[in-house]
């Protein structure tokens, strides 16, 4: 059992914090059977199932296992925050597409027709706004009582809440600021701009960092993860704010990279297996167990979404389930050349048999390769077939920090060629897939290696949008603009609209334009 996962059952079921939306009111105090104040003056320890459980908010949809949510909606599965950035990182750019299309997923996959009901866009931005007050709230208990290792435990959900808010910085470019000056207002919050929420989440950041410890508990925040959202946060600062930040980009990411004592694993396919947790080279995991934390909304729906009775084995990979959902496009599996001839081990982690290189029509099946990246099996070891997956989620690891460091180098943010080219030659050989020389090591290729490396994992519409590549007509891809060879889509899209809800329950907010 991995270290973390007894802690968030502790977290699902000595405290149950209900909320009736995140967009209902955002400043309303959470129900609780006792205050927080009383239940951790009464047991101190019960700090660390609300510590688990603000970390399990990303991961799992509720407390009460895979048919509860935090959030409304009429799936629990679907309203999960980790299901949610899938499906907005990952359907809406070029490399993996959903055929269910069902209540607004063709919206997502066709990156057309985007409006503010989509209840997709709703998931995503309550889970921000459940994270948010909740995590705060448990900062403001801890002021009037004395628990261990108080200091870091509010550094952590300070970070947790950094977390969330960043992907309301990147997703939908403005919301409002809940924190320990104005929680419990009953009055609608002001809005905050794009640079606003980036300012609060980095000064956030900047002020934990220092006072994190080098290593942590597994699944626990230490100073390597804040150092990686901080890198993060300055890679896209000028898409967010406008202003270049390459060179503090740099700075964390090396940080990281020199200080952080990750390495590559051997295999990159022990990475995406059963057996993840022994990885060297996760940084920040969301963890996932088929038994005590189970969740359709974790690696669940990454692994049983890829697969189909149809034209796959399930128990080659661990599962028992197929939902026939997801398959990746040539944008994605064209990266890597001729599969069959290709050295590159990425390249073999599609599912040809069966299935056409054309994606012609994504609601059909056999139409592009499912990914198996991700699976359920061990990578040592026997292991047993399941429902619910038992893989963590990779949200920050090395490979990502060594392509982030070229990248930085690349846009004259610092570090030198040699190192860069190492870097990347260290993830290209791992998969067997041939060093570059340093006339190949350009932005362009960049773009490319990312994908090859990462696309699954959360980062390709971001990625798109850094390098200018997700709006408009210069780069295309099977289906953008609902068009089965690619088609313009408008600059507006560089943001989603600002659901429905969340403007009826908040006068403040705006909408974002051309929505």
């Known amino acids: 059992m991995k270290n973390f996962r007894n802690k968030i059952i502790l977290g699902l079921t000595a405290l149950v914090l209900v909320v009736s939306s995140c967009t209902d009111d955002l400043n309303t105090k959470p129900k609780v059977e006792?205050?927080?104040?009383?239940?951790?003056?009464?047991?101190?320890?019960?700090?660390?199932?609300?510590?688990?459980?603000?970390?399990?908010?990303?991961?799992?949809?509720?407390?009460?296992?895979?048919?509860?949510?935090?959030?409304?909606?009429?799936?629990?599965?679907?309203?999960?925050?980790?299901r949610g950035i899938i499906n907005l990182q990952d359907f809406t750019a070029d490399g993996m597409k959903n055929r269910w299309g069902d209540d607004g997923l063709d919206q997502l996959t066709t990156t057309s027709d985007w409006d503010a009901n989509n209840k997709f866009f709703r998931y995503l931005y309550d889970r921000v706004y459940y994270v948010v007050p909740q995590t705060t709230n448990i900062i403001l208990a801890l002021d009037n009582v004395d628990v261990a290792n108080e200091d870091q435990i509010v550094s952590e959900l300070r970070f947790i809440r950094a977390l969330a808010y960043y992907y309301m910085i990147d997703c939908f470019g403005k919301g409002v600021i809940i924190n320990e000056s104005n929680y419990g207002n009953t009055t609608p919050l002001p809005e905050s701009s794009r640079t606003e929420l980036f300012e609060y989440v980095e000064s956030e950041l900047l002020a934990i960092e220092p006072v994190m410890p080098l290593t942590n508990d597994y699944g626990r925040a230490n100073k390597s993860v804040v150092r990686m959202l901080l890198a993060k946060l300055y890679l896209n600062a000028e898409v967010y704010t406008g202003q270049q930040r390459w060179s503090d980009a740099f700075n964390y990411t090396n940080l990281v990279i020199t200080e952080g004592g990750y390495s590559l694993a051997d295999d990159f396919v022990s990475v995406f297996s059963g057996d993840n947790n022994t990885s060297s080279e996760i940084i920040f995991p969301l963890i996932a167990d088929p038994i005590v934390s189970q969740s359709?909304?974790?690696?669940?729906?990454?692994?049983?979404?890829?697969?189909?009775?149809?034209?796959?084995?399930?128990?080659?990979?661990?599962?028992?389930?197929?939902?026939?959902?997801?398959?990746?496009?040539?944008?994605?599996?064209?990266?890597?050349?001729?599969?069959?001839?290709?050295?590159?081990?990425?390249?073999?982690?599609?599912?040809?048999?069966?299935?056409?290189?054309?994606?012609?029509?994504?609601?059909?099946?056999?139409?592009?390769?499912?990914?198996?990246?991700?699976?359920?099996?061990?990578?040592?070891?026997?292991?047993?077939?399941?429902?619910?997956?038992?893989?963590?989620?990779?949200?920050?690891?090395?490979?990502?920090?060594?392509?982030?460091?070229?990248?930085?180098?690349?846009?004259?943010?610092?570090?030198?060629?040699?190192?860069?080219?190492?870097?990347?030659?260290?993830?290209?050989?791992?998969?067997?897939?041939?060093?570059?020389t340093a006339g190949e090591l350009n932005l362009d290729f960049i773009l490319d290696e990312r994908a090859r490396e990462l696309n699954l994992e959360g980062h390709r519409r971001t990625d798109l949008i850094r390098f200018g590549r997700f709006t408009g007509g210069t780069y295309l891809w099977p289906w953008k603009g609902n068009s089965v060879t690619g088609s313009s889509i408008p600059s507006t899209y560089n943001v989603f609209p600002i659901p429905a809800s969340a403007l009826q329950s908040n006068p403040n907010l705006t909408q974002n334009p051309g929505y």
């Open 34 to 82: 006792l205050s927080l104040e009383n239940l951790l003056a009464k047991d101190p320890n019960a700090v660390q199932g609300l510590l688990s459980k603000m970390y399990g908010a990303f991961a799992l949809s509720g407390p009460n296992g895979p048919g509860s949510s935090d959030i409304t909606g009429p799936d629990p599965g679907e309203t999960a925050f980790l």
């Open 296 to 436: 359709f909304g974790n690696t669940t729906y990454i692994v049983n979404g890829s697969l189909s009775t149809e034209t796959m084995p399930l128990a080659q990979f661990g599962a028992t389930e197929g939902w026939s959902g997801h398959r990746a496009t040539k944008a994605w599996y064209g990266l890597y050349g001729d599969l069959e001839t290709s050295t590159d081990e990425r390249a073999q982690l599609f599912w040809t048999e069966g299935h056409s290189f054309e994606m012609n029509d994504y609601k059909i099946w056999t139409d592009g390769y499912p990914a198996i990246k991700f699976r359920n099996t061990n990578f040592n070891g026997s292991s047993i077939a399941t429902s619910f997956s038992p893989t963590d989620f990779p949200m920050f690891r090395l490979a990502d920090a060594y392509l982030m460091y070229a990248e930085c180098f690349l846009r004259n943010g610092g570090g030198s060629q040699g190192e860069a080219l190492n870097y990347v030659n260290a993830v290209r050989n791992r998969a067997n897939a041939g060093a570059i």
